[in-house]
């Protein structure tokens, strides 16, 4: 479904049903203050409807009997992964545009209601991914070829059903990207209310053969709570605490975890100190940013403070002394584009807002967002020991690559 409620694609497994259950939920949409209020699991009297939003979209799944509702959001959030992988993006347009992709796509991810080839590199093999050349054939008369192949892949019967037989490449190259994200809320006097951190490892992968990989860490105790993808041995990881697979060929996601905090605090990279003060029919507004001391001379990129003032500012009067900042007066919404955080100064953002004529004053500050990126820099302390591979005669490069990002990161003024 699109932001607007239009049903763009559906598809029926067990009979048909009626489109009047997505006016239901529009119907929820309409009434939330945001779409992320929605709540992912709506009840009616004959259905229940699941959702996960991405990409401004709601991707919507009707139940009609008693299921495990994290089994339909995973198998959702798979969907628009393997949109986007095939797509290279989501979006209204691309979706519309390889429709009948799409549809064939779904046809072999579920079968009568139950999930069945949900992997990337699988899917790849079964429907061969658009392309613009392809799109013009198509377009003038001459595609005739179908791009869905006759035959299952080799290796769907055995046991490694995720990765092909026969994958030779000239340069073995294996890549690993440990992603690490934070959720923070932090008071108005700088205290940390709640911090989690979480991350994903993410593998891009150019071995030939079957190689036989096993990925160690340093300080595993870190990690609290891990999803696999099903290539990995669970039970060495049980008693070990190591990643034993063989990969899939190409791009995908190793595992993803959570990170123990109970007894050491999260040191966050940055500090933001907000004063935001109303007196009367304006206030002042006065916000630094910089970085802090555990970074070891890394840089903070892609840096932006989202300031979400009452609907009862008229006017404002801001200058930064660093980066672009944009009031959006429709929605009273300030964003100030910082960028990469210089070493020199700290980036400030000054200035006073005008109140509208009988508006109430508000009692407190917004509540600011925070979004940056940190390459090489991991949040838990995470480190890894030891990528190894056996199963195979040649030597492979191995790279490794940190990057901390901002998830739900409040600073309350």
Known sequence: ?????????????RGYVPRTCCDTFWAEVQKSSSPQ?????????????????RYGMFFIANVQMEVQPLLVTEFLHRVVDVFRDYFNEVSEESIKENFITVYQLMDEMMDNGIPMTTEPNVLKTMIVPPTILGRVASSMGVGDKSNVASDLPEGMLSSIWWRKKGVKYTNNEVYLDIVEEIDCSIDTNGLMVTCDVSGEVLVNCKLSGMPDLTLSFTNPALIDEANFHPCVRLSRYERDRVMSFVPPDGKFKLASYSVCTTGQAV????????????????????????????????????????IPFSKGI???NLSVNHGTAHFDDAT?????????VPKDKSPCLNGTVALAPGAETPESGPTM????????????????DALTLSGEKYKPYKGVRFVTKAGKFQVRS
């Not at 009273?332 to 990469?340: E, F, V």
Request: glycine share 8%.
């Open 1 to 13: 479904m699109s932001p607007t409620g239009e049903v763009m694609i559906e598809k029926h497994y």
């Open 37 to 53: 209020e929605v709540c992912p699991v709506l009840v009616t009297p004959k259905y229940y409807l699941i959702h996960v939003q």
């Open 267 to 306: 040191v966050l990279p940055l500090y933001v100190k907000p004063q935001i003060h109303f007196s009367g029919s304006s206030g002042r507004v006065n916000v630094m940013v910089g970085p802090k001391s555990n970074l070891a001379g890394r840089t903070i990129e892609d840096v932006v403070i989202t």
């Open 314 to 316: 008229a006017s404002t």
């Open 332 to 340: 009273k919404t300030l964003r100030w584009d910082i960028g990469k």
């Open 369 to 384: 967002t925070v979004d940056f990126k940190i390459v090489m820099f991991s949040a838990s302390g995470l480190k890894i």
